[in-house]
């Protein structure tokens, strides 16, 4: 059996492992556009704070693969796929045939159309460093800028606050989240935020940089703000266009079943790209977190090497934005949902919403309320109905 | 055989594969950091490390929650005080 995984982070490398655990004579060949063997994108933020040593982020050595018996390629991606013939082409010219093939690319940054020196992205371990490097070199007045509403922002927030940077922070939506936030709980946000020093701007759009070759200020709809730092936390989009060619079934991720499976024959996805039909909340959803990628890339393995046992996971991430915890379980996007409860206030300190749809509790945002965790997780995990379930 | 877990509670940011993972050793607190229990049991005080009495099989998923921790906030130590996850 030949493998091919293309994407090197915690998905394809988690995949690549549990397959050579299960099999040790197949051939597994893992496409990393990155150079690093696998690191923990999470201890990104510790290591710019200097909380761990930069070694300490990675979770593989170089030797690892060798070992393993795992052919690394590494700063290639995959810009081919011929699903007749079974082989994909990589950006160096080379042609590899596969019997399975597992699409764990996760997800590109996504930019803001100006680039200056200061301005910095967080998701790879290159960009730590670029941020590192420019951290270093700020001046002892120098302000920090953030764009964005969503987890990197909040990295962004603890971070400058941790080097005691005056920031301001200004987002498109009305509130941060706003794809899975009620008012309530996005009210919580902004006053804890605001209370705590950082200049807000909401229904803010970005207009441009200014500068001649190191930042000085950004231009927002609101008007412009001073700034030696740019912090861009606006998602990711990632580049499906090679597998779109090939017909492969693509809607905001990769889709696929619930063994992972896309619509092509012997091709499965897994991580951040895949938007899976999760059996457990009944639709299909893109879990962007830690927990679901390293999951599901051990579960393809399984499935890939002739297990058939549906992806059952319900998947958390949890953050905090200048010390106000922040939690979110299985679905929670409103949209999806037929009625988002809220418990808690703002006065209290601690919005919770539940996610129930077609009465069941299919997810949960815990704002200030780590308490609610446990319960709604199990809720989602066994399909209770709203009606049973109970917390106040 | 004997394991000695550490979870380092600056280092955990509640992320919660461990508890995923290995739900009879590891729970979440308060303040969402991942505390050590004794097969579901506290027999003494809530704490972020203990010494529990495991089996090969819960010794090998043990190490797969470790691994798991996207901060790498799991330490494990077998009775000789020798580190065996993370590895050095």
Known sequence: MRYVIVGGGVAGTTAAEALRKRDAKSEITLVSEEHHPLYSRVLLPHYLKGKVPRERVF???????GQQQIEWLTGIACEHLDPRNQFVGLTDGRELPYDRLLVATGGEVRTVDADLRGVSYLRTL???????????????????????????????????????????????????????????????IAKHLTERGVELHTRTQFVNLLGESELTGVVTSQGEHAAHLLGVGIGTSPDFSWLKAAGVDVGAGVRTNAFLETNIPHVYAAGDIAEFFDEIVGRHIQAGNWMNAMSQGRAAAHIMSGEREPFHLVSSYATNALGLEIIFVGDTLKDAADEVRVLGSVHALG?????????????????????????????????????????? | MKLHIKVDPDLCIGAASCVTIAPETFQLNEENKAYVLDHGTEPTPRTYERVIDVTEEEKENLILAAQSCPTLAIFIFDEAGVQLFPDL
Not at chain 1, 59 to 65: F, G, I, M, P, S
């Open chain 1, 59 to 65: 979770l593989k050595k170089e030797a690892w693969y």
């Open chain 1, 126 to 188: 290159d960009d730590a460093d670029h941020l590192a490097q420019i951290l270093c070199e700020q001046p002892a007045d120098a302000r920090a800028v953030i764009f964005g509403g969503g987890f990197i922002a909040c990295e962004y927030l603890n971070l400058f606050s941790h080097f005691r940077l005056p920031t301001t922070l200004f987002h498109r939506g009305a509130h941060f989240w706003t794809r899975s936030l009620g008012e309530e709980a996005g009210a919580l």
């Open chain 1, 351 to 392: 919005v919770t919403q539940i996610f129930v749809r077609q009465g069941r509790v299919v997810g949960g945002v815990l704002i200030g309320r780590n308490q609610d965790r446990a319960a709604i997780t199990k809720a989602i995990q066994e399909q209770k109905t709203a009606s049973e379930f109970e917390i106040c």
